[in-house]
């Protein structure tokens, strides 16, 4: 059982690419999250997802966009990379609205 | 304001001490409320919920005061192993949680 997964650890990318983020779950969860935190910022929710085949926004979803086409993956893509978005990137899942949520291990993006 | 609020500190504490965080939610509609850990570069782990009347996981104690909507984390006989950032998180009527910034503790021998 791994739990949350997310690839890669690491990533530089120049700004304007593009890339996606990919996050697995093997917990049946139905609601899946990406967040990104910042120094003094704390975790921001960009998307969620309720189940698959949804998806809606958080509180900073520009320059992203998210799919869920199945109930275990769902990938943040950063459609042009800007210096900021330069953060650590966190997946997380949760089985349903009384639980905390599962973490993955965090991708962490710099744009140069 | 800030829909969850903690004081950043940090907190440095002995070992064998006890210390408390308070955290206060804007949002009167709050219904779960969580305390996570968070180790340095690493990702938030679940450390407990808290409920109503107060629940107590060995030497950690959580308390919610809904009245005054705020939260508290006590640890007693800090360990070395206590030092990490602790967010407190809170769910309104949604899927999604709130986090705080987070209170840092720094225990040392």
């Known amino acids: 059982n791994a739990g949350v997964t997310q690839t890669p650890k690491f990533q530089v990318l120049k700004t304007g690419q593009s890339m996606t983020l990919q996050c697995a779950q093997d917990?049946?969860?139905?609601?899946m999250y990406w967040y990104r935190q910042d120094p003094g910022m704390g975790l921001r929710l960009i998307y969620y997802s309720a189940s698959e085949g949804t998806t809606d926004k958080g509180e900073v979803p520009n320059g992203y966009n998210v799919s869920r086409s199945t109930t275990e993956d769902f990938p943040l893509r950063l459609l042009s990379a800007a210096p900021s978005q330069t953060s650590v990137y966190f997946c997380?899942?949760?089985?349903?609205?009384?639980?905390?949520?599962?973490f993955g291990s965090g991708t962490r993006l710099t744009v140069v | 304001r800030k829909e969850v609020e903690q004081d950043p500190g940090p907190f440095n504490v002995p070992e064998g001490a006890t210390v408390a965080f308070n955290c206060t939610y804007s949002n009167s509609a709050s219904q779960s409320f969580f305390w996570y850990r968070q180790d340095c570069r690493k990702e938030p782990k679940l450390l407990m919920s808290?409920?109503?009347s107060g629940n107590e996981d060995g030497r950690f104690t959580a308390q919610l005061n809904r009245a005054s909507q705020y939260i508290s984390l006590l640890i007693r006989d800090s360990k070395l192993s206590d030092s990490a950032t602790y967010l407190c998180?809170?769910?309104?009527?949604?899927?999604?949680?709130?986090f705080g910034t987070g209170t840092r503790l720094q225990v040392f021998p």
């Open positions: 997380a899942s949760s089985l349903d609205k009384t639980r905390g949520y599962t």
């Open positions: 998180v809170v769910r309104y009527n949604t899927d999604k949680l709130i």
């Open positions: 917990m049946n969860h139905n609601s």
């Open positions: 808290v409920y109503s």
